[in-house]
């Protein structure tokens, strides 16, 4: 029989505050294959780990189980320690007294009887424990990276100039994301196309670096370091090649749809370049609105393009690709909020969207960066900002805090300020968040030198009376009913996942929380990888966060991404599934049933077989298999009936 | 067909042309309004208190009383009725607890109250079983000409679970309306309160809101406005008296029900007893349009 | 004056009285001001709305109980179905009124309502009075 010391950690309060480990290690002392037994008070602490080693020699020990945190914490802690002295990682076991019984329970009685069976199973568990070794396999030495704004960008030439080959695919025509729609940044107020356009050239440029523009990610096979993706490209319809950008193609297209970049306040056509800035700089043609498609009823762009650039007929390409790693930057979109009439966003045409607001700014906007409004051209004098429109309202639209509207609406009110002299910004805001380096600088300067008059309190409704948007709001501070006659209402519309985030998450097998952001292995410790071996998160698919945020996590993702490929094979978890050849029938449940298509069926044998480097170990396929001839390597049932006997027989 | 009705007090005397024109508008369309017997006050008001199942009473015994009659639905025309019935049927059916202890406080009735009968609001009903499209096929008298605001209040939106549409933005009024040829208009303040029962204690409070919305109304173009609430009737028209005292510029307003101005259009006609109750005369306006 | 405050003073049993009430949580409020600044009748109360919900979370209750505020709430629901937070502002209000009611504390008394307007007031108007405001 094997013997096994038993270590119980105290976790300083967290665990001996309801959990008696005195008791519990002299009742255990004597359950039979514990050969040694101790508590102390920080296990995981280099006088706790130096603790074990001295017992293993001592006390000649070849199993170890460490009563502490959950495992996803510290077992590879343990298991490096036992490693050290030369006892297989698998002869570890951890049983999770704090997470799944002190910290969940209050009576001390209860807990501590909870914790004494916890750790009987895994001592029970460790007696069948096999000594395994880890399954090895290549690497592929290229990075997906989903999503070319920001994040996506940064973390791509991060990669790229570590000297490793990255695929950026973007769903839109252009890289650039939102960023490229912004005006200016704040703090600094440096010009966002300034500093974005040159990093949008860099990734056209870069040897490492394919970019894939106006495509999708279909699906995605394999296994960490050797994923298999396929990337549909949508039809330019136009061959970039050819195209001179010449724009006589727009000039006599007949079809006028509102532009995305601009955020609907101009017009585009149907054959367009998002923004002549674009990469890669081509026009394309928008299927759902030319008049050129099923039937063709139009071909005036055609007949105008001199180099001959356009063909209807280009059909949409798929391409495979091999890669090990991924970083999903999906970004986000601002709420639609199309529910908001209290607001009038959407029947007014000067209640606008901070995005909006941007690109009235932007010297590259709809009105060459000329303070106007939409509805008839004059120039706003007064103007409302309204701070958490539809953002913290758990009750009607989004519970979180969208981060960026502080500051956001801020620059505004400054950047409008720059621009009509004699004008009046006001913002109602509930709180204003100014946590980032030099932003409460940014808030106070504004505030005393700028003239933008805060009110504290939100906004209960805007409307229409003639030429004036009239809005109703609250000094909290003063108790005063406020009512502002405005020429123009910004909202400070919060931000959620970008569109169809959901079905990439879905082909991608990643998780989202409940407000469909991606989610991180650990919020403090893992804050730029998903728990899914492979796959890294930057920029706000993971959550609302500025430039800066942005930038640092997608640096952060590509340093991981670059630790991972200077490894020349990658190694897989050996606790993966087996098959028992005489109990098997081939009946092959398990080949249908296992979601990393690690299953197969020998046909000439008739039984399923394991590609180990597949198996991630979920054991799917041995809940499923009849005849019980599937099993987990180190959960065997036998191992699983066991621990569940020495809990329930107590 | 028949529709079983619940009329409340007020529409037995202040807004008495409120339900005449209804009945004559239903019969127009093919409905008959039949009233239910032995109904008492729905209690005017929902209480909101959490422990107080006494100030439920007079709701759930009208609505015991439909279950008595096996009538599965009420239907309702003055608002307050219709949001008081509504929010005291969901507040004693939630939970089994207060329906018996409701149940055990009408112990001298005969049957226990089940929760079974559903309260509709005429709109409701106009809108989704007769449908406007099918209004639209039985005006005589469109009303082209005549600019009207649809004045909601509170009572058919709020709370929103009991909103009769969006409650923020709603629209049933106004198709209504437009669907019986008039023009129609969105005005701000139309979702506002008329300051309620605080017409007796605080009446300065309904001045000032009479004078408000009628004002809002009328920057919007307005020539008249509707609703569909005696109270708030009384005090956007019946007030104007003291708000034209109060605020030596205020002009009036005529302040119709919805039933009334249907009645017009659909060839039902104007009653000259309709005149009666209302303190804003509507009449000139009719004429002048050529409506009656 | 400055207001002391303790641990007993917060959550007295007058603040536990109004949560029973209303079935809402006080503290639930971030003090947007939504409430106050939708409220039809605002002009007339001397503590805002979100200022009751405020001081009730200080355990100020004497000042709210004793405000103009919950008598000229109407009961109207704005403030209800526009909190970011679903507080239902006017279950507060009629819990304090009720609080005063019970101990027959109301600002209608039924003998002093004109003879003019009783003639012409509709029932709706008196009743629904009557049970808001009557002690």
């Keep these: 029989m094997k013997r096994i010391g038993v270590f119980i950690c105290h976790c300083g309060i967290n665990i001996k505050g309801t959990v008696d480990v005195e008791k519990i290690t002299e009742e255990i002392a004597d359950y039979p294959g514990v050969a040694y037994i101790e508590n102390y008070i920080f296990m995981c602490s280099e006088p706790g780990q130096k603790l074990i080693r001295d017992v293993i020699i001592e006390h000649k020990l070849d199993g170890v189980v460490v009563a502490a945190c959950s495992p996803t914490l510290h077992e590879t802690t343990f298991q490096d320690a036992l490693e050290e002295m030369n006892i297989n990682r698998h002869q570890l076991e951890v049983a999770n007294i704090r997470e799944q019984c002190s910290w969940v329970h209050t009576d001390i009685e209860e807990s501590t009887r909870k914790a004494n069976l916890i750790i009987k199973t895994a001592i029970e568990k460790l007696k069948l424990n096999e000594s395994l070794t880890p399954i090895f396999a290549p690497l592929t030495k ?218 009235i700014l932007s010297a590259t906007g709809p009105t060459g960066g000329e303070m106007f409004r939409p509805s008839d051209g004059k120039v706003p004098k007064e103007v409302v900002f309204i701070q958490c429109s539809g953002s913290r309202d758990p009750e009607r639209h989004l519970p979180y ?48 030198e700028d003239g933008i008059v805060y009110i504290r309190g939100k906004v209960s409704r805007v409307y229409r009376e003639g030429e004036k948007m009239i809005v109703h709001g609250m000094d909290t501070l003063t108790g005063k009913k406020i009512e502002i006659e405005a020429d123009m209402v910004v909202l400070a519309m919060g931000i959620i996942p970008s569109a169809d985030t959901d079905k990439l998450v879905n082909i991608l097998r990643l998780n989202t929380d409940e407000n469909g952001f991606l989610v991180e292995a650990h919020p403090k410790l893992r804050p730029v990888e998903s728990i899914q071996s492979g796959f890294y998160l930057a920029g706000t698919a993971q959550g609302p966060k500025d430039i800066p945020d942005a930038v640092s996590q997608a640096s952060g993702a590509a340093a991981k991404v670059l630790a991972l490929m200077s490894n020349d094979e990658i190694s897989h978890s050996p606790i993966v599934a087996i098959v028992n050849e005489d109990l098997c029938s081939g009946c092959g449940i398990c080949v249908d049933t296992c979601p990393y298509g690690a299953r197969e069926l020998d046909i000439i044998e008739k039984i399923a077989t394991v590609n180990d480097v597949l198996c991630e170990g979920c054991g799917a396929c041995i809940s499923v298999c009849p005849a019980s001839a599937a099993q987990q390597k180190n959960l065997t049932d036998e191992q699983i009936f066991n621990m569940i006997r020495i809990y329930t027989n107590a | 067909m028949k529709l079983p009705y619940y009329p409340g007090c007020t529409l037995k005397a202040n807004a008495a042309n409120f339900e005449e024109a209804a009945m004559r508008v239903m019969k127009d369309l093919g409905y008959e309004l039949q009233e239910m017997k032995d109904w008492v006050c729905c209690g005017t008001v929902f209480s909101m208190t959490n422990d107080d199942l006494m100030l439920q009473l ?59 009968v559903d309260v509709t609001h005429l709109l409701t009903v106009l809108k989704d079983r007769i449908t406007f499209d099918r209004i639209k096929e039985k005006v005589e008298k469109p009303l082209s000409l005549l600019k009207i605001g649809g004045y909601y209040g509170c009572l058919l939106l709020r709370p929103k679970e009991f909103a009769i549409d969006d409650f923020e933005d709603p629209t049933i009024i106004e198709d209504l309306l437009s669907s019986l040829g008039a023009e129609s208009i969105v005005f701000p303040y139309r979702l506002e309160c008329c300051g309620a029962y605080q017409t007796i204690t605080k009446k300065d409070v309904t001045i000032k809101r009479t004078y408000e919305i009628i004002n809002s109304a009328r920057k919007s173009g307005c020539e008249a406005i509707v609703t569909s609430c005696p109270l708030c009737a009384f005090n956007l028209d019946q007030r104007q008296k003291e708000t034209a005292e109060e605020f030596i510029e205020f002009e009036q307003m005529p302040v119709f029900y919805f039933t009334e101005l249907m009645s017009v259009a659909l060839g039902g006609g104007w009653d000259k007893s309709w005149s009666k109750l209302h303190y804003a005369d509507p009449e000139p306006i009719l004429k002048e349009k050529g409506l009656i | 004056m400055s207001y002391k405050m303790t641990r007993d003073i917060i959550k007295n049993s007058l603040v536990q009285k109004i949560e ?37 979370q200080l355990g100020a209750t004497e000042d709210i109980l004793n405000s103009e505020t919950i008598w000229i709430c109407s009961a109207c629901l704005q403030c209800s179905t526009r909190c970011p937070k679903g507080v239902e502002v006017a279950k507060v209000m009629e819990a304090l009124r009720s609080i005063n009611l019970r101990k027959r504390i109301g600002t209608l008394d039924p003998k002093k309502i004109e003879i003019e307007d009783l003639q012409n007031l509709p029932p709706i108007a008196l009743v629904g009075a009557f049970r808001k405001l009557t002690g």
Aim: aromatic content about 10%.
């Design chain 1, 142 to 359: 290229r990075t997906l990276v989903i999503g070319g704004g920001i994040a996506g960008i940064q973390a791509a030439l991060d990669i790229a100039d570590g000297g490793y080959e990255v695929l950026l695919v973007e769903r839109n025509p252009s890289i650039g994301g939102h960023m490229i729609q912004l005006s200016e940044t704040f703090p600094t107020l440096d010009c966002s196309q300034c500093i974005m356009t040159p990093k949008m050239v860099a990734i056209n440029k870069h040897k490492n670096i394919k970019l894939y523009a106006n495509s999708e990610i279909e699906s995605i096979e394999g296994f960490f370091g050797n994923f298999k993706v396929r990337i549909k490209r949508k039809p330019l319809y136009v061959d970039p090649d050819k195209c001179t950008l010449c724009d006589d193609c727009t000039a006599v297209c007949p079809v006028v749809v509102p532009s995305e970049y601009d955020e609907g306040l101009t017009w585009r056509k149907a054959i367009y370049i998002p923004f002549p800035q674009s990469i890669p700089a081509t026009f394309t043609i928008d299927t759902e609105n030319c008049l050129g498609f099923n039937p063709i009823a139009c071909t005036k762009c055609q007949d105008a393009c001199e180099p001959d650039a356009i063909n209807y007929d280009m059909k949409p390409e798929t391409f495979e690709e091999e890669i090990g790693a991924v970083i999903v930057a999906t970004g986000f979109d601002l709420n639609p909020v199309e529910n908001m009439a209290e607001y009038g966003y959407g029947k007014y045409p000067d209640v606008l969207n901070g995005l909006q607001f941007e690109r």
């Design chain 3, 20 to 56: 029973e009430l209303s079935g809402q949580n006080v503290f639930d409020c971030y003090q947007c001001g939504n409430c106050s600044s939708g409220c039809p009748v605002v002009d007339y109360m001397d503590i805002m709305p979100n200022q009751v919900l405020r001081l009730a």
């Design chain 1, 401 to 448: 805090c969208s981060r960026i509207c502080c500051m956001y609406t801020l620059k505004h009110a400054k950047l409008y300020k720059h621009k009509v002299h004699d004008g009046q910004p006001y913002i109602f805001y509930i709180d204003i968040r100014s946590g980032g380096k030099r932003y409460e600088e940014f808030v106070q300067q504004a505030v005393s």
């Design chain 2, 58 to 116: 007079a709701s759930i015994r009208n609505l015991l009383r439909a279950e008595e009659q096996n009538l599965n639905e009420l239907v309702v025309l003055c608002s307050m009725c219709y949001n008081t019935l509504q929010r005291a049927k969901k507040f004693i059916t939630e939970d089994e607890e207060s329906l018996d202890k409701v149940n055990d406080l009408m112990y001298k009735e005969n049957i226990r109250y089940k929760g079974s």
